[in-house]
């Protein structure tokens, strides 16, 4: 991407699962923050970058050691701040520049946000240069094969593509977990999907569903290792982070 952080604006994307009306994507949220919060300890202090509105972040604070939270935008800051124990702990700030001493962390929380900045790569300096020797990033983005700028969301400024940001972590940590986030499917709905056939064979109808958050089509999307089906978004854990 071409664009550095000083010449685009952030453009700002808020999803609160108490209140949302669309079932998928709430779906989505919770399995993500559940994978997250299986990923951090009682002794972490841990950095939150892109807090929202807060969501997380109030499931997250009282589970660590210490919290700390940073969010862009001034309004969902101040909706952030009223949701975790210690407002104060949430601050307003920018993924390219954290206001944070070197090693100040154990693990820092990024979920969906990488997408929303003109320059993810800057960001993802600044989470490894905050991160102790043992540290862990655990991040998450929407799944696209080839990074570039949304088609379908002006919110998703560039997306970074799955090969991509795999190297670009692996640049920056010595070691990476990998999960997909996945809508389970037989082996010929996905030779159907892939022909773009869904529609000529009459499978299109049960991707309507789970779009549409149907409980029985939200019971095939798992968060796990296993590469297959339709893929819907990366998580990774990005552990040891490498001094540049």
Known sequence: MNTSHSEAPHVFERLDVATCGDPFQVHLHEQRYSKALSEVKPS??????????????SRVA??????????YDATACTAAKSRVPDPE??????AHSLQFPDSSF???ICLEVLEHLPDYRKALD???RVLRPEGRLIASIPYVKTGAPSKTNSHHLYEPGEEEFKRELAERFGDLRIYYHRYTETSCETLARNLRLRRFLGLHHQYARMSGGHPEEMRKVLLDSERSGLLLGLFAVACRPRRQ
């Open 89 to 94: 702990s949430i601050t307003q700030g920018d």
């Open 44 to 57: 972490d202090d841990l950095l939150e970058i892109g807090t929202g509105l807060g969501v997380f972040s």
């Open 62 to 71: 009282p589970a660590v050691s210490t919290y700390r939270g940073i969010e």
């Open 106 to 108: 154990d693990a820092v």
């Open 126 to 128: 600044e989470a490894a």
